[in-house]
């Protein structure tokens, strides 16, 4: 039966979506013998599909992965790096990373470190990646100087990036003086560098940003011991469970969420 074919890559666990669009505009996928192009249909049982010369095997899905990696900075958050730089991947045993599919959900900046999920079900990586879903996301952000009140709230009710206003967030100085301060930041949307852009708009430019948490799923728990940079562990059945539960539930309105009131907001960050 004909699908298009970054849908195939993603169902068989080759790469999620967004990656398979990626490998296809570089190239890298052909049928046939012929590159590939967006969009275009193919029947797995009749054409023959490779990656970077390698055919894809036609065989039943890998057994699904989902893991946690604690990425260091200097790491990559893709698959592929044309220019040779050290990805998620890498740092994943061979027999794990080879002829499974894995692959990052989302990303983080190659300088920020934290909580990155990888996994080869591209249907739960597009459901989460998904501008029509949106996970919480809680980082711990090392800014210049001491941001007042008055910068915080107006980032909690959302800043205009691009032309377009950012979702409300919760935004709370953990620690500070007037050279440096820490703020434990949680968004619902990942524009690209989206952190580091706003504070650097508000005059209060990121030193390091390290990303804790994805929704409910922590890089350190009461029941886990912490988990070192580069390493990954398997994530528990109810963590599997919650992300494929968020997948379910569409975001709220951007208008909703920029309607709470500022003593609404500072309620829900107590």
């Known amino acids: 039966m004909e699908a298009r074919l970054q849908?195939?890559?993603?169902?068989?666990?080759i790469a999620s979506r967004r990656?398979?669009?990626?490998?296809?505009?570089?190239?890298?996928?052909?049928?046939?013998?012929?590159?590939?192009?967006?969009?275009?249909?193919?029947?797995?049982?009749?054409d023959a599909i490779t990656i970077d010369g390698k055919p894809v095997p036609k065989k039943h899905r890998p057994a699904l992965i989902y893991l946690l990696l604690h990425?260091?900075?200097?790491v990559v958050s893709t698959c592929y790096d044309p220019h040779r730089r050290t990805t998620v991947l890498d740092l994943l045993p061979k027999e794990l990373r080879e002829g499974s599919g894995i692959h990052p959900v989302g990303r983080l900046d190659a300088d920020s470190t934290g909580a990155l999920i990888l996994t080869n079900d591209g249907g739960l990586t597009f459901g989460l990646t998904h501008p029509r879903h949106?996970?919480?996301?809680?980082?711990?952000?090392?800014v210049k100087g001491h941001p007042p009140q008055a910068?915080?709230?107006?980032?909690?009710?959302?800043?205009?990036?691009e032309g377009r206003k950012t979702r409300a967030a919760k935004v709370q100085l953990i620690e500070g003086c007037a050279e440096q301060s820490v703020l434990e930041i949680v968004l619902q949307e990942g524009k690209n560098r989206q952190i580091?852009?706003?504070?650097?708009?508000?005059?209060?430019?990121?030193?390091?940003?390290?990303?804790?948490?994805?929704?409910?799923?922590?890089?350190q728990t009461s029941k886990e011991p912490f988990l070192d940079e580069g390493k990954y562990r398997s994530l528990k059945d109810h963590e599997i469970h919650f992300l494929q539960k968020q997948i379910m539930q569409p975001i709220k309105?951007?208008?909703?969420?920029?309607?709470?009131?500022?003593?609404?907001?500072?309620?829900?960050?107590?």
């Open 19 to 46: 990656e398979a669009e990626e490998m296809i505009r570089d190239s890298r996928v052909q049928i046939n013998g012929i590159l590939a192009h967006l969009g275009q249909k193919v029947d797995p049982e009749k």
């Open 196 to 219: 580091r852009r706003i504070a650097q708009q508000l005059g209060y430019p990121v030193i390091k940003l390290h990303r804790t948490a994805i929704g409910s799923i922590q890089l």
């Open 134 to 142: 949106s996970i919480s996301k809680t980082y711990r952000v090392l």
């Open 71 to 74: 990425k260091p900075a200097g």
């Open 151 to 161: 910068v915080l709230q107006m980032w909690r009710q959302g800043v205009m990036l």
């Open 7 to 13: 849908k195939i890559l993603a169902q068989w666990g």
């Open 253 to 270: 309105d951007s208008a909703e969420l920029r309607s709470v009131s500022s003593h609404e907001m500072a309620k829900k960050e107590e």
